[in-house]
């Protein structure tokens, strides 16, 4: 690169970047022509945004556990710094006390059995908490979301492609990159940097090529669509790769002066819900880091989240972190303190590269749940929507879900700053930290380009998501149920060429995935939403009922009882008022924003159910739909009885009610399809579990049953030898037989009277075939014993009695037995004659033939 062009580069890079509008339709369209085309491409919000959601399962818990990691320095957060929030009843140590977790449903309210109260708001005192959120970033009016901008960013709800943007960090050092005017948002590598100057260098093309140290633009141009798709329902992941030291926290996280995406986003969200008037939202954050490949909870106290790593449980789509904290925010101030918590117990080191580098991947999750608003949320307790356009058959008839029936749409905002990937370090535990950090990055790049392949030619090859922690987490994003914003950070000196190239590679190939996010809508009794409403419906009802019998009951009680019951009373009310607050509204949002009296309230939610209790669950939703299926033969019943118009009534008239019988309609539909989907998670997730455990069990009965037949083989086969070896003995024994029998004829046909002691019968000898014998045929038990599997009499095709073994010899073992050797197996001496005259041997000998016959 010449001095100048170095310069004038050095120059265009320093310098901060006005917002860049996405997608223009030519490289040089006014910025209206932008906005005008943005607004054709995309969907206009509808007032009130659609429903989805998936439901999940769990259990909440409300927690007030913050005690920072002391090992690690608190980086400075765009929300600002507050000094923490002082909780009451704090102990001399710093620790807060522990609150247990919400009663799941069906259990009695935690004020009638305060030892069991899993969730106690009452210990977080609001006037502690108190934050004026606005002070955090003053000058970023979130008012900037209006309709129309609304409806520019949304235009990205229609890309099925990654949203994939450079950020070249502005450095002083000489440039080896270079951001041509003449090809809008690309950069190429100066000609003179190529290794053959015969190749013009390659021009990379993305979605946004952004210079400079503005935040707020870049958070405009590649952040605030998706923040929005994930209100408006969609799943959202926006990350940021590249290599050490190149601006990832500063991109995602920011200073004081430049706050970065996620406190931009979180104030967004409040935004958004201020300009929301028709629905009411419940928010849950959590916070975790991938560290050496282990996931680590980084809102849960430093000791548990150490002994107690975050396990990813389920398969595909549908994954499970657990256990993970999950708390309420209800204002900037708590999401602020969330942050703060989890950004001090990041882990952070210095590298030669950055003093302040991150060791992890950081995962910073919003869970946005909301829903349309009642009738009833605003006086009294909520009953649910009557039904438009139907009259109940009975008085206080059927409601459309006057307990749970309205939808609920969940999505997920991920929001993730990878670890950088780097060279071999000075520093043995950095060099150590670094090995996990490139291993999960080459996977993450081997995943996105067998995505892209398989995107790009529309092959189904198999995705190594399970190779590192990284990708199985984002194994549901990346998989296409998620709009993906990706901004590749790098460093473009001219000592970084390499480190870069690679990391615009990366950036090309992601470019490539296809994605297809969805929203569905569902109807979720069970999201934490409901059960806050449900909760304060059943608290109101008591409060009720206590009131309406105080007057006869405080005749009978004591002082003291009084007092107490008065108490009680005053629980019911403050958790009734503490649970309503906890439901943010665009009026609660504008309240907050008055009174800053919203507190912040941790929450703990963890997945971990078994497999039995999601059993029940899903029992519970069957009865529920059946219900619901219920209800909907009588609306119909009660649709079809409706007296009919008058002839002469006018026609709008007749159109009105028809319209309003049709919405009554697929209103119920949607109800009864919502069930079926929320069915279908649970159900797959059953069916997965129980198909498992089956598949294990009968694999492990094929392996014992082909041990037993191997084994029963095994003893056909010793049987065989064993019986060949008792035929040779009978032979034996009937040859030793007919020689005694011969030889007493003979005998006695010398006429010599038999001497008093007869030829000695044959016993077996040490040493002799007989102990060979045995000694083989225990050697054999007791192998058979250490080498054959255990089965019982009954399976087995012998039986086997350990008294019933007699001694046998295999054809082999029998071959071996040289000497079969007889006690006082002498030569056999010659009866004496009757005169005294030596035995004629010649005669005896063709009696007796061989002696080698007997062996
Ligand atoms: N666009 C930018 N404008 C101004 N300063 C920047 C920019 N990008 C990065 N920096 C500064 O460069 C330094 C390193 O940045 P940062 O910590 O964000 O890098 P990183 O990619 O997150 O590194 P690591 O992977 O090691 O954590 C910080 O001091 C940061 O403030």
């Given at each position: 690169m010449s001095s100048s062009s170095s310069s004038s580069a050095a120059s265009r890079l320093a310098r901060p970047v006005p917002f860049t509008p996405k997608r223009p339709l030519s490289a040089n369209a006014s910025s209206d022509d932008l906005t005008a085309a943005r607004a054709t491409r995309s969907t206009a919000i509808p007032s009130t945004p659609t429903?989805?959601?998936s439901a999940k399962k769990y259990k909440a818990a409300l927690?007030?556990?913050?005690?920072?990691?002391?090992?690690?320095?608190?980086?400075?957060?765009?929300?600002?710094?507050?000094?923490?929030?002082?909780?009451?009843?704090?102990?001399?140590?710093?620790?807060?006390?522990?609150?247990?977790?919400?009663?799941?449903?069906?259990?009695?309210?935690?004020?009638?059995?305060?030892?069991?109260?899993?969730m106690d708001v009452s210990r977080i005192d609001p006037e502690e908490a108190l934050v004026d959120f606005q002070t955090v970033e003053p000058g970023d009016v979130s008012a900037e979301i209006d309709e129309s901008t609304l409806e520019a960013l949304n235009g990205y709800g229609k890309e099925d492609k990654v949203l994939v943007s450079i950020r070249v960090k502005p450095t002083e050092a000489a440039l080896a990159w270079e951001i041509p005017n003449t090809i809008p948002k690309s950069i190429k590598l100066e000609q003179q940097y190529t290794k053959s100057s015969a190749t013009p260098p390659q021009d990379f093309r993305f979605d946004e090529v952004l210079t400079g140290s503005d935040n707020k633009s870049m958070y405009n141009a590649v952040a605030r669509s998706h923040v929005c798709a994930a209100m408006d329902g969609y799943n959202a992941v926006v990350f940021a790769y590249g290599q050490t030291a190149s601006g990832k926290t500063f991109t995602l996280t920011g200073d004081e002066d430049q706050p970065g995406i996620i406190p931009r986003a979180m104030k967004d969200i409040f935004s958004y819900i201020r300009r929301t008037p028709a629905r009411e939202y419940l928010l849950r954050c959590s916070y975790l880091e991938i560290y050496n490949e282990t996931i680590h909870d980084l809102l849960a106290p430093p000791s548990s989240s150490v002994t107690q790593p975050v396990q990813i449980q389920g398969t595909g789509a549908n994954i499970i972190l657990t256990p993970l904290r999950e708390e309420v925010v209800t204002s900037l101030k708590s999401v602020r303190e969330v942050l703060q918590r989890g950004e001090g117990n990041r882990r952070t080191a210095s590298t030669d590269w950055n003093e302040r580098s991150s060791r992890s991947h950081s995962v910073f999750r919003v869970v946005i749940e909301s829903r349309e608003r009642g009738s009833g949320d605003d006086n009294g307790p909520p009953s649910g929507r009557t039904t438009p356009g139907f009259r109940p058959p009975t008085p206080g008839g059927p409601r459309l879900q006057a307990r749970g029936g309205r939808s609920v749409q969940t999505s997920v905002l991920s929001l993730i700053d990878l670890a950088g990937s780097e060279k071999a370090t000075s520093d043995k535990e950095r060099t150590r930290e670094g090995k996990y950090i490139n291993t999960s990055l080459l996977t993450l790049g081997t995943v996105i380009?067998?995505?892209?392949?398989?995107?790009?030619?529309?092959?189904?090859?198999?995705?190594?998501?399970?190779?590192?922690?990284?990708?199985?987490?984002?194994?549901?994003?990346?998989?296409?149920?998620a709009r993906i914003s990706v901004i590749c950070t790098i460093n473009p000196d001219t000592s970084a060429i390499g480190e870069s190239t690679s990391t615009l590679l990366f950036a090309q190939r992601i470019k490539r995935v296809q994605l297809n996010a969805q929203k569905k809508e569902v109807v979720d009794t069970e999201a934490l939403l409901e059960r806050y409403r449900k909760e304060i419906e059943d608290l109101k009802k008591r409060l009720a009922e206590r009131e309406a019998e105080a007057p006869v009951r405080t005749r009978r009680l004591s002082a003291r009882e009084q007092l107490e019951e008065s108490r009680a009373m005053n629980d019911l009310n403050t958790r009734i008022k503490q649970l309503t607050k906890l439901i943010l509204t665009s009026q609660t949002v504008d309240e907050s924003r008055g009174d800053q009296s919203r507190p912040s309230s941790p929450t703990k939610i963890d997945f971990d159910m078994s497999?039995?209790?999601?059993?029940?669950?899903?029992?519970?939703?069957?009865?529920?739909?059946?219900?619901?299926?219920?209800?909907?033969?009588?609306?119909?019943?009660?649709?079809?009885?409706?007296?009919?118009?008058?002839?002469?009534?006018?026609?709008s008239e007749k159109d009105r009610l028809i319209a309003e019988q049709a919405k009554t309609i697929r209103e119920l539909e949607i109800v009864v399809r919502g069930y079926e989907d929320n069915l279908g998670e649970p159900l797959r997730a059953v069916r997965e579990d129980v198909e498992k455990e089956?598949?294990?069990?009968?694999?492990?009965?094929?392996?014992?049953r082909e041990e037993k037949e191997a084994w029963a083989d095994e003893l056909v086969k010793q049987l065989e030898k064993e019986k060949k070896a008792r035929l040779k003995l009978e032979d034996e024994r009937q040859a030793l037989?007919?020689?005694?029998?011969?030889?007493?004829?003979?005998?006695?046909?010398?006429?010599?009277?038999?001497?008093?002691?007869?030829?000695?019968?044959?016993?077996?000898?040490?040493?002799?075939?007989?102990?060979?014998?045995?000694?083989?045929?225990?050697?054999?038990?007791?192998?058979?014993?250490?080498?054959?599997?255990?089965?019982?009499?009954?399976?087995?095709?012998?039986r086997i009695g350990t008294g019933m073994v007699e001694p046998s010899l295999l054809e082999e073992e029998w071959d071996d037995v040289k000497d079969v050797s007889f006690e006082n197996d002498g030569p056999i001496l010659p009866p004496p004659t009757k005169n005294g005259d030596p035995f004629k041997p010649s005669g005896l000998r063709d009696v007796l033939g061989e002696r080698g016959n007997l062996s």
């Open positions: 429903i989805l959601g927690s007030s556990e913050s005690r920072a990691r002391t090992t690690s320095k608190v980086k400075p957060l765009g929300l600002g710094s507050v000094p923490p929030t002082p909780i009451r009843g704090q102990s001399a140590d710093g620790s807060r006390p522990k609150t247990p977790s919400t009663p799941r449903r069906g259990t009695d309210s935690p004020f009638l059995q305060p030892s069991m109260s899993e380009a067998t995505l892209a392949e398989n995107s790009a030619k529309n092959k189904n090859d198999h995705v190594p998501f399970r190779n590192s922690k990284l990708t199985r987490m984002l194994q549901p994003s990346l998989s296409g149920n497999p039995y209790q999601l059993q029940q669950e899903l029992l519970g939703a069957r009865r529920h739909i059946e219900t619901q299926e219920q209800q909907i033969l009588s609306l119909e019943a009660a649709l079809s009885a409706r007296p009919e118009l008058p002839a002469d009534a006018p026609e089956w598949m294990e069990k009968l694999e492990k009965e094929v392996r014992r037989a007919s020689f005694v029998k011969r030889f007493d004829t003979l005998w006695l046909s010398t006429g010599v009277p038999l001497p008093s002691t007869k030829l000695n019968p044959p016993m077996p000898t040490p040493g002799g075939a007989a102990s060979i014998f045995a000694e083989r045929q225990r050697t054999r038990i007791v192998s058979s014993e250490v080498d054959m599997p255990t089965v019982a009499e009954t399976d087995s095709p012998l």
